[in-house]
């Protein structure tokens, strides 16, 4: 059986977040639940803010105060703040946290850009989070990870992550790891995960 993963790929040119959230952007809607496993700068965050609409949701972690201090700023800038639950814990205990089930993850992974480039995410934890996202996601739901290759433990972080990904049963799972022919191999690529609908 072949599941479709189709990803809307105009104006991403080599950047791999754009690609992420677009994966995100293709199945979230109104009223949708989405979690950000790693909310850094805010970014990806005010991105799932904007898709889940009014009467959505989403819930943010970072183990930084700084990282969801940056977050709340922007959340609040751009009138979102509502429709986020900013989350100062890991990820990998995102379950203690979200008892409902959910459409989209985005795991932007590695550490806070202009922070402490020694504070990353790691092998682990991530494995953890990854495997709670999964007892919580709906079918037809997508993962979007953005892997990275700079940090400290990245390449056994990056070897993880393909490893779980690849072991996914093909019936329950589709995954997809794009990487940009034209940027240097160091440059940041994706995991992109979908639940199939039943
Ligand atoms: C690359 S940044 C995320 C970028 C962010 N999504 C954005 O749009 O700016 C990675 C973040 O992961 C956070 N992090 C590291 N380990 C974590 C964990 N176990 N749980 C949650 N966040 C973690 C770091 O503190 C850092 O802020």
Redesign the pocket.
């Known amino acids: 059986m072949v599941h479709e993963l189709p990803v809307q790929f105009a104006g991403v040119r080599g950047n791999a ?1 754009l690609l992420a959230q677009k994966f995100l952007g293709e199945i979230l809607r109104e009223g949708s639940v989405a979690v ?12 799932l803010a904007g898709a889940v609409g009014n009467s959505g949701k989403v819930y943010a ?4 105060r ?2 969801l201090e ?2 709340a700023i922007l959340l609040k800038e751009s009138g979102l703040d509502q429709r986020v639950e900013l989350i100062h ?5 995102m379950e203690r946290y979200i008892n409902r089930p959910v459409d989209g993850f ?1 795991f ?6 202009g ?1 402490d480039h020694g ?4 092998p682990e ?2 494995l953890q ?1 990854v495997n709670a996202a999964f007892n919580l996601l709906k079918p037809g739901g997508r993962i979007s990870m ?1 892997v ?1 290759t700079g940090h400290r433990g990245a390449g056994e972080e990056s070897r993880a992550v393909e490893q779980m990904a690849a072991g996914l049963n093909p019936k329950l799972f589709g995954a997809l790891k794009v990487s940009f022919l034209n940027r240097p191999a160091s440059a940041p690529y994706l995991v992109l995960i979908e639940r199939v609908k039943q």
């Open positions: 977040v950000d496993a790693t909310a850094g700068n805010g970014k990806d965050t005010l991105f972690f970072d183990i930084q700084e990282a940056s977050t814990a890991g990820h990998e205990h985005i932007n992974l590695g550490y806070l850009p922070g504070i990353t995410t790691r934890t991530t989070a953005v990275y």
